[in-house]
């Protein structure tokens, strides 16, 4: 009988040992707990800026990536443009080819100017057709101010250059202008040079 008595004390002290040991953990897991989600709401907002930072250089980027890509198409279509139609292919029709080519992009308002530059049996005199013309309030956008490469040696000794400008505040979303960067104002603008093909 005093054998169980024994028993029974030693394992009284133990369970207030564990007992209280329990206690002591709890209480540091609550503390621990408060200081995670303190730390949390104060680092939220660096991580939701970052994450916005990126996602905004990705859509830049996209932006920047199509327009080079319209330039270059628009380039094309120029250069294989007959000699009499040249002079009215910036008149409406190069910019609502574009404008779709930048739809699929990625870009739903297109460009806001095409800017058509040739020396096309000009006798080296360059020609600017702009759509359109004068360029909108918004759009400050203007062709390089290098003049048309005259190769010579080649068949072809004329070319045509494109340049097309995109608003970015009409075709991406403005996620930094609540920390201060906004890019609605920025213009993308990319020139493509082909020889005139034929």
Not at 39 to 67: D, G, H, K, N, R
Not at 144 to 167: F, I, K, Q
Not at 168 to 197: K, Q, R, W
Request: net charge negative; proline share 4%; aromatic share 6%.
């Amino acid at each position: 009988m005093l054998k169980f008595i024994q028993d029974l004390t030693r394992n009284r002290k133990w369970d207030l040992t564990v007992q209280i040991n329990r206690q002591q953990v709890k209480e540091t897991i609550a503390t621990r707990a408060g200081v995670v989600v303190l730390e949390l709401i104060l680092t939220m907002p660096a991580f939701l800026m970052i994450m916005l930072a990126v996602v905004q250089i990705s859509l830049i980027y996209v932006a920047i990536e199509q327009t080079a890509y319209a330039s270059r198409y628009a380039a094309k279509i120029a250069s294989e443009t007959t000699e009499a139609n040249i002079d009215t292919l910036n008149t409406g029709s190069l910019k609502s080819t574009i404008d779709n080519v930048l739809r699929v992009g990625g870009l739903p308002q297109g460009s806001c100017r095409v800017i058509l530059e040739h020396n096309v049996y000009t006798g080296g005199v360059e020609q600017t057709i702009a759509d359109p013309d004068p360029a909108a309030a918004n759009c400050n956008c203007n062709p390089p101010a290098t003049t048309l490469p005259s190769v010579t040696g080649a068949n072809a000794t004329d070319s045509v250059r494109t340049t097309v400008c995109v608003r970015l505040g009409d075709n991406i979303p403005d996620f930094l202008s609540t920390f201060g960067f906004s890019v609605a104002d920025f213009i993308v603008e990319e020139s493509t040079t082909y020889l005139y093909e034929l």
